[in-house]
């Protein structure tokens, strides 16, 4: 039965591929990178997400750092099958008809697994229909849960469309796709002829949902006005019955955890959030990380080949990094920050040297992740460019269209970089993306993370620098809680033997960061440089083997899927 899949996953974005661009940040590359693990392990899984045609947006900036948004446009036949198959799903009274294009993921032995990305740009629809699938996290709350609706219901009926009937396991990214969960019951119901009240009904349901929160951000949280999902979905019995109102909204996420037999956080640490955010359901952890391969650079590819062989099927063989002789830990680094320097000189004219201590930072440009820190004390932070070591910094990353406070930091970083102009050279890359990713996380010298703790749920980019043997600077929260050890895989943004502080204290904060640039970051990567060597093969060793999507996958399978 080569068409059987145990698992699905439901993901309103899947970065797969820098051609699709149907992703707005970690969330979605997350999924991606799971996916692609679970292909290498050949988990048996399918995944569903929408096709987003007009992508998230295409990031411009002007001399002031102002953010223009600009239509993606990119060709969904170039990397996808349309399939024949049809569904239907009721909104606002009309029947919407929903179709699929089949991605084909290829893991490292041979399995795939089949990506499909619903469509419902189709000349049967009504033409405001026919656009539901065009823009990722674009329109109004309206269009949110029409798309949420075509994830989750229509996902689940397409999933039965394409012949998959042994499905186990549905497994929710992120509440976006919580309402699989209403048509699952809707199923049972039907199937078994019971009330969707039955507690039976509703205990099967549960034993085959998994639900994965990723964030404790309040706007990460979907909740819809009653009267909203009243007239899209229509007088659903289920929604009234079973209680799932958090005050007076329709609360997607509450509906996820009340249908999920395994809840879980993606770092040990959020975990522990999540799990006071919602004291009455058993969350656990399960902590994130990124596709070993997808995120290693060309040169540090090499490298694993020559020291690390067998890498490529095992994540695990990165933990014998301390063997590779340093010499060629360093050449490798610097022929990958010579092509992200290339880029960086070619494209924006940054006249940026490769001796010179470069710092990445690269992310959403969300308020929490305060992406201006570093400029919090401009007169300090040139007297340490002056007085300890020159250095340069690279900046990327799209701030949401609606997101007012989110552009304003962009504009503040352009800002600081005129205040900085002669002392220190501050490039902003424009439309982050995978590619870019990619080379800002293998080609700077340390990559740096100063979100307000506890908001960063886990963080994958550092991940991505660990394989690439880049050490962090960062606040103690996410999965760096985890995979930090002082002075051994990087640098804490804390005081040294005081438990992590939390909060968004700037000065508290900015102070630690420059404390460890000035003393120990800088003065090491100058003027010790074989201990820096070592920190970054510590990275790779202790962090890297750990800190990826194998060993996240085999944690799903093991705790998740397989112990309901
Ligand atoms: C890895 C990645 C992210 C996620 O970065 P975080 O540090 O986890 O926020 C976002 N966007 C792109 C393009 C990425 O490659």
């Known amino acids: 039965m080569i068409n059987e899949r145990a698992i699905a996953y439901f993901s309103m974005e899947i970065a797969l591929h820098n051609g699709i661009p149907t992703y707005s940040g970690g969330l979605g590359i997350l999924a991606g990178d799971m996916l692609k693990s679970a292909a290498d392990l050949n988990v048996p899984m399918v995944a569903v997400t929408l096709l987003h045609e007009k992508g998230y947006f295409h990031q411009q900036l002007d001399e002031n750092g102002n953010q223009l948004e600009q239509a993606v446009s990119w060709d969904p036949r170039k990397y996808l099958e349309p399939l024949p198959g049809t569904v239907n799903v009721e909104m606002e009274g009309r029947s919407v008809k929903i179709r699929a294009w089949k991605y084909e993921l290829h893991g490292s032995r041979g399995f795939t697994i089949p990506v499909y990305f619903l469509d419902t740009n189709l000349g049967d629809n009504d033409p405001q229909d026919r656009s539901l699938t065009g823009q990722l996290y674009g329109g109004d709350a309206r269009y949110r849960l029409c798309q949420e609706i075509i994830l989750g219901i229509g996902g689940i009926r397409m999933l039965r469309e394409m012949g998959h009937h042994a499905i186990k396991k549905y497994h929710m990214n992120e509440g976006h796709a919580g309402l699989a969960v209403l048509e699952l019951l809707n199923e049972a119901h039907r199937q078994l002829n019971k009330p969707e009240t039955d507690p039976e009904t509703i205990e099967s349901v549960r034993r085959q949902c998994v639900f994965t929160t990723h964030t404790p951000v309040a706007a990460g949280h979907d909740r819809f006005a009653p009267d909203l999902v009243r007239n899209i979905l229509g007088e659903q019995e289920i929604i009234r019955l079973n209680g799932f109102h958090e005050g007076q909204n329709f609360d997607i996420t509450r509906l996820a955890l009340n249908l999920s037999g395994y809840i879980n956080g993606v770092s040990r640490k959020h975990g522990n959030v999540a799990r006071s955010m919602f004291p009455e359901y058993p969350v656990q952890s399960i902590t994130n990380g990124v596709h070993s391969v997808t995120w290693t650079s060309e040169p540090f590819q090499k490298l694993y080949d020559i020291f690390l062989p067998g890498w490529r099927q095992d994540s695990f063989a990165l933990r014998h990094a301390l063997n590779i002789p340093k010499e060629a830990v360093w050449a490798a680094h610097l022929e990958s920050k010579q092509v992200l320097l290339d880029l960086v000189n070619q494209n924006e004219k940054a006249g940026m040297d490769v001796p010179v201590f470069t710092i990445g930072f690269a992310r959403r440009a969300a308020l929490y992740k305060r992406a201006d820190l570093l400029f919090h004390d401009i007169a300090r932070l040139k007297k340490i460019a002056t007085e300890v070591g020159p ?127 000035e003393n120990v970051i800088i003065p090491m990567f100058y003027r010790d440089r074989e201990k820096y060597i070592n920190i970054m093969k510590h990275c790779i060793a202790l962090n890297a083997s750990f800190f990826n999507t194998q060993r996240m996958v085999q944690e799903y399978v093991t705790n998740a899927y397989l112990a309901l």
């Open 391 to 517: 250095l340069q910094v690279i900046y990327a990353g799209k701030a949401h269209p609606q997101d007012r406070e989110a552009k304003a930091i962009i504009t503040k970083i352009f800002h600081s970089r005129r205040a900085l102009k002669n002392h220190i050279k501050v490039i902003y890359l424009s439309n982050y993306d995978m590619e870019m990713g990619r080379l800002i996380t293998a080609g700077v010298d340390l990559w740096l993370n100063n979100p307000v703790s506890p908001l960063e749920a886990s963080g994958t980019s550092g991940m991505k620098a660990c394989h690439n043997g880049v050490p962090q600077l960062s606040i103690l929260d996410g999965w760096w809680a985890e995979g930090h050890m002082e002075g051994v895989t990087g640098w804490a943004i804390a005081q040294d033997g005081q438990p992590p502080a939390e909060g968004d204290d700037r000065n508290r904060d900015a102070a630690y960061l420059y404390h460890k640039l």
